[in-house]
């Protein structure tokens, strides 16, 4: 058994703006189960915060329970992280968020994490639009207990020794709609090509960014019953279209085709440019996405891709007004100004 | 690209970059593991069946394989694969028992061998056990040939050499030593049903300059000179020596002068440094020893007075490479340089020279009076007479000679049976999978992070008295051990199962070196430049899969693997297996 990862790199591994590999965004190896979907999202992370040149130290990687949960030890291993109680990881988010706007909250959680135990937290951090991405690793399975059918499992779906699924799943996309999120999208594990963009996207959207990707549980839910497997998922699942993110440096190079794609400048200043592929589907638009969904629904097909995305988003910070400054950047002249102040704002209340 | 041919063993061989290098093919990784694994007499003669000398070698070796290791590519230094196969030879039991055993019964034919040395050497060993009766002539008074005459005891003590000819000539060979063969016509004349000439390249290089003539008493030729000290003619030389030439016979030139008498030695050499043909260890050898090498120096006449040498007139020159990389050497300008000698050695090559063989034998000599040679049968255009070692294509060195005579015993032995020499018997190949248990392999796959041990020497006041005492101590059993860790094994082959595959990119993830990639298939230029992390070494393959479902495929670039397993470990469905692939060039007797 292997317990760690060779020390040995590619000699040609690209540098990024900061002049650091991929290598310098791994974490340590995994303990997950060999094949899980969940190692090819922290792969993905750690593909898109390489290519954006983030600060590793300018991240903080946050979880709550469960074989997901577990994931960030494996991705940017010189981040911050913190791994919270089961399903409360959008709280302690809320709480470090507040403290200190300049931080990239990464946000990673399961379906139990998220649509059981978690589902009040995530609803409320979706409606107060949190700037954060928030990471579902979705195999429709509570994996660390043996994999029992999770709130997401689709009715009729079987894990691999369990009976059909009786109870109606809970769509996380759909939900966060609902709730007010203002960037939704869907991806699989096994599709990197369409999750790295997305992942950047929802890093350079400014308030709450679900990603809810589809992750098959190897061992205990990617048989031929599940509607969650590798095989299921490859077979049915339909894309509302392509994204390219363009970073704010980088010069666009591509050529785009009129009326099907569209550009969409981020809050950081960078861009992403949206093939439509559905025809039906105005991303822009909450509505048709609400109704996309439910048609995909309707049809047993799983949609991917970028759902929803409010371009005029005002994510918490703008709402409630917050400080700029870290709050431990704040000295005690910044936190009691005084006596003068004090009379000031005592006298605006009369 | 079309999907790889694992089945073709060439692929996997190739892999394996050390055993490939290796003129021999010697299946370094196996022999490694069991050094490691301090089985020390097995690892002995998994050496012997494929290089004959493990103990000379280990020593003395050119050592293709090392750069050829993959650990340069992705650390820096290779594995000491040759001073590892001398810690085999130094540790191993007695192995008298395990060698071939020599049938009493001989099976009526009948081989000659001219020149004792490692080409001839090799075929002996071949073809006596398969019952062969071998007549050896050498001009020597013992076996070796070049490795016992110019190759000094400081590297390669008389011991070691004298166990492992002494191996062959146990076997019932019949050698005749101290005996100059002046005519093949005679030794054709003794009916041999095929004869061997492994006679190296014995002829040594001279400079005709400016004075040569009247410093002839105080000049000679580095390989003449060498074996002159070899054998006791010669044991001392003049204080101020100069050796002119870059190769490895002027290292050897240098050093020994500075064990009988001389003081002040120099290396002069025509070229830049890092042009010079000797390896770089037997320059930092040198250098240890403290002889300066003076680079860009053309030799330009030798300076006599009262009829005695005085010293050397030299040319400083600037290399310059035009676009090809061809190089010229343009002489700077500056005065000449004269250097003070008492002795010069002349060591700037050596050739072939076969005035003993008569033209008139139905050989073949091409325009340089080399015999034309049959590269893959080493026979000559006279069926009977088949060539090896230096004597076949010009100066190599020991471990290509060997590889030379293996082959040369494969086709004697189809000759003396009927069969064409042609039909050569293919290697020996298997691949079979090294799995223990979920995450376990049968090799030890972890990846050692240390840097390139280094062989202990001898003490450089007692090594310098005396031209005998070996100047290399070589690994202890426990250094040996930890370079041993440092080989990646890869001979372990990722073997991958296309049919198996979920793609759910687990083994992409993982590698640490980036070398697997799932992506649309297309021209392998093209497809270079779209994996995982680039792919620029050309000389490295890719091994493409067949089609997925996706409609992709897998592509995995050999040039950075580890071949650490992890891709295997973490693989759902075992698409991915670690297997060991053991490859053995067939020999004499062998079908394949």
């Known amino acids: ?350 | 690209m079309k999907p790889t041919d694992i089945k073709n063993p060439e692929y996997f061989h190739k892999v394996v970059d050390c055993q490939h290098a290796c003129p021999a093919h010697t299946p370094v990784p196996e022999y490694i593991r069991l050094i490691a694994a301090g089985r020390y007499t097995e690892a002995y003669m998994v050496n012997w069946h494929s290089n004959v000398f493990p103990g000379i070698l280990g020593r003395t070796c050119d050592r293709p394989c090392e750069p050829a290791c993959r650990r340069v590519r992705v650390e820096e230094e290779p594995v000491a694969i040759c001073r590892l196969k001398r810690v085999a030879a130094d540790n191993k039991e007695n192995i008298t028992a395990l060698l071939p055993a020599i049938p009493k019964k001989k099976n009526g034919k009948r081989i000659a061998m001219i020149g004792a040395g490692p080409a001839s050497l090799t075929v002996a060993r071949d073809l006596a056990p398969l019952g062969y009766s071998i007549d050896i002539y050498d001009n020597q008074f013992a076996g070796g040939g070049m490795m016992r005459s110019q190759i000094p005891s400081f590297r390669l003590p008389v011991s070691v050499l004298d166990e492992e000819v002494n191996y062959i000539l146990s076997m019932g060979v019949a050698a005749t030593f101290d005996v100059q063969v002046d005519s093949l016509k005679e030794i054709l004349n003794k009916d041999y049903d095929a004869v061997f000439v492994g006679t190296g390249a014995p002829r040594g290089k001279g400079l005709n300059l400016p004075g040569l003539e009247d410093a002839m008493d105080n000049v000679y030729l580095g390989i003449d000179w060498l074996s002159s000290v070899a054998f006791e003619h010669t044991e001392s030389i003049g204080r101020r020596v100069i050796v002119l030439g870059g190769g490895n016979t002027a290292m050897d030139c240098c050093r020994t002068s500075r064990r009988v008498g001389g003081e002040d030695v120099r290396v002069v050499v025509r070229s830049p440094f890092e042009d010079m043909k000797a390896s770089p260890w037997e320059k930092a050898d040198a250098a240890h020893e403290g002889i300066p090498i003076y680079n860009n120096h053309v030799p330009k006449e030798f300076v006599v007075e009262e009829g005695k040498l005085k010293g050397m007139t030299f040319e400083k020159v600037e290399a310059i490479y035009d676009d090809e990389g061809a190089r010229s050497l343009v002489p700077t300008g500056e005065d000449l340089v004269f250097m003070e000698a008492d002795d010069v050695l002349m060591a700037i090559g050596q050739e072939n020279a076969f005035p003993w063989v008569e033209r008139d034998l139905g050989i073949e000599f091409d325009k340089w009076e080399m015999p034309v040679v049959n590269k893959e049968t080493f026979q000559s255009t006279n069926e009977k007479v088949f060539f090896g070692g230096d004597s076949a294509f010009g100066p190599e060195n020991i471990i290509t000679a060997v590889a030379h005579g293996h082959q040369a015993a494969v086709s004697i032995d189809l000759f003396c049976r009927g069969e064409s020499v042609q039909d050569r018997p293919p290697p020996h190949v298997t691949l079979a999978s090294q799995k223990m248990g979920v995450h376990e392999w049968s090799y030890d796959n972890a990846v050692a992070v240390d840097e390139r041990y280094i062989v202990p020497m001898a003490p450089l006041a007692e090594t310098l008295k005396d031209r005998k005492v070996e100047v290399e101590l070589g690994f202890d059993a426990a250094t040996g051990y930890k370079e041993a860790e440092r080989c990646l094994n890869c001979d372990a082959q990722t073997v991958f199962d296309e049919v198996r595959c979920i793609e759910c990119d687990a083994c992409v993830d993982i590698c640490p070196t980036d070398c697997i990639s799932f992506v649309s298939n297309g021209e392998e230029e093209e497809l270079r430049a779209r994996l995982a992390a680039p792919a620029n070494n050309l000389a490295q393959d890719l091994y493409v899969s067949a089609d997925l479902p996706t409609m992709r495929v897998m592509v995995k670039d050999e040039d950075v693997c580890l071949h650490c397993g992890l891709c295997a470990e973490r693989c759902p469905t075992t698409a991915w297996d670690m297997q060991k692939f053991l490859y053995n060039v067939s020999q004499a007797g062998e079908r394949g």
């Open chain 1, 1 to 350: 058994m292997s317990y760690q990862v060779p020390k040995f790199r590619h000699p040609g591994l690209p540098l990024n703006e900061l002049g650091y590999t991929k290598a310098d965004y791994e974490g340590a190896i995994s303990t997950l189960c060999a094949g899980c979907g969940h190692d090819s999202i922290s792969g993905a992370i750690v593909r898109a915060c390489h290519e954006m040149s983030i600060e590793p130290h300018k991240i903080a990687k946050l979880s709550g329970i469960g074989c997901s949960s577990k994931a960030p030890t494996y991705f940017l291993g010189n981040s911050h992280g913190f791994n919270a109680v089961h399903g409360r990881m959008p709280s302690v988010v809320t709480g470090a968020a507040l403290a200190n706007r300049e931080l990239l909250y990464m946000g990673v959680s399961g379906d139990g994490d998220t649509a059981s135990i978690g589902m009040g937290q995530f609803a409320h951090a979706a409606r107060r639009n949190l700037n954060m991405v928030y990471i579902v690793m979705n195999n429709g399975c509570y994996g660390l207990t043996k994999g029992q059918d999770s709130a997401t499992a689709d009715r009729g779906s079987a894990t691999k020794k369990g009976d059909p699924n009786i109870y109606s799943a809970i769509d996380l996309c759909g939900t966060a709609l609902q709730m007010g999120a203002t960037f939704v999208a869907r991806s699989f594990s096994g599709d990197k090509e369409q999750l790295v963009p997305l992942i950047k996207a929802a890093i350079s959207h400014r308030g709450f960014a679900l990603i809810d990707v589809v992750s098959p549980c190897v061992t205990f839910n990617n048989n031929p019953q599940s509607t969650k497997s590798y095989e299921f998922v490859r077979e049915h699942s339909e894309a509302t279209g392509t994204i390219d993110f363009v970073p704010l440096k980088k010069e666009i190079t591509a050529e785009y085709q009129a009326g099907q794609s569209y550009e969409v400048t981020m809050h950081d200043g960078s861009s992403i440019h949206l093939y439509k592929v559905d025809e039906t589907l105005d991303p822009f638009d909450r509505r048709s996405a609400i109704s996309t969904l439910e048609e995909h629904r309707y049809t047993g097909n799983i949609l991917t891709g970028l759902i929803y995305m409010n371009k005029d988003s005002r994510d918490l910070h703008e709402v409630m007004d917050t400080s700029q400054r870290p709050l431990n950047q704040l000295d005690e002249a910044d936190l009691c100004p005084g006596n003068k102040m004090l009379l000031n704002i005592n006298a605006s209340l009369r």
